[in-house]
T-cell receptor
Framework: DSGVTQTPKHLITATGQRVTLRCSPR?????VYWYQQSLDQGLQFLIQ???????AKGNILERFSAQQFPDLHSELNLSSLELGDSALYFC???????????FGSGTQLSVL | GQNIDQPTEMTATEGAIVQINCTYQ??????LFWYQQHAGEAPTFLSY????GLEEKGRFSSFLSRSKGYSYLLLKELQMKDSASYLC????????????FGRGTSLIVHP
């Protein structure tokens, strides 16, 4: 158990819908990362937050947004969903940047 | 950008030794991580190399050559449970040190 909690584990929804994925980092970790993993693209970095502030942005679509709350949990919002958004979404946390990441168990999103 | 190459798939026999290579091209290279990921599960940290040389940790070792843009993960005394995907990830200095992952090498260990 990495100590990173992600909910829900599975999500099935339809095209055009909006979903929210939730992540609680390990106790004491200030940095939260979101990654998307699909079969053809591998693990792709989406966005990082550090102590409530956006720190880095990767290949995140404009339809996607995220935030980190004062209690350090984070949410990833995916809107206007398309079939191609179906993937495994991982949250990870670290104490500081440039340290190993601890990954949550992921949310499997299926867009039908 | 960063270009990270790993073999897509490898097979090996239980009890044997296998070496998984990773080559990368990136400006401002900082360090290289190896993660293990079993199917449908989260990646878990194996090793982190910043300096040239070999880091040994039990049955697993990782090597880095910064001048050659090359790393390998060495797995000894292979066990069936080592069947998994092995992900190489590179970080760049001077920024947020976000790990950029290769597509991973799927290792199949057979009896």
């Amino acid at each position: 158990d990495s100590g990173v909690t992600q909910t829900p584990k599975h999500l099935i929804t339809a095209t055009g819908q909006r979903v929210t994925l939730r992540c609680s980092p390990r106790s004491g970790d200030l940095s939260v990362y979101w990654y998307q993993q699909s079969l053809d693209q591998g693990l792709q970095f989406l966005i990082q937050y550090y102590n409530g502030e956006e720190r880095a942005k990767g290949n995140i679509l404009e339809r996607f947004s995220a935030q980190q709350f004062p209690d350090l949990h984070s949410e990833l919002n995916l809107s206007s969903l398309e079939l191609g958004d179906s993937a495994l979404y991982f949250c990870a946390s670290s104490t500081r940047t440039n340290e190993k990441l601890f990954f949550g168990s992921g949310t499997q999103l299926s867009v039908l | 950008g960063q270009n990270i190459d790993q073999p897509t798939e490898m097979t090996a026999t239980e009890g044997a030794i296998v070496q998984i290579n990773c080559t990368y091209q990136t400006s401002g290279f900082n360090g290289l991580f190896w993660y293990q990921q079993h199917a449908g599960e989260a990646p878990t940290f194996l090793s982190y190399n910043v300096l040239d040389g070999l880091e040994e940790k039990g049955r697993f070792s990782s090597f880095l050559s910064r001048s050659k843009g090359y790393s390998y993960l060495l797995l000894k005394e292979l066990q069936m449970k080592d069947s998994a995907s092995y992900l190489c990830a590179v970080t760049k200095a001077g920024g947020s040190y976000i790990p950029t992952f290769g597509r991973g090498t799927s290792l199949i260990v057979h009896p």
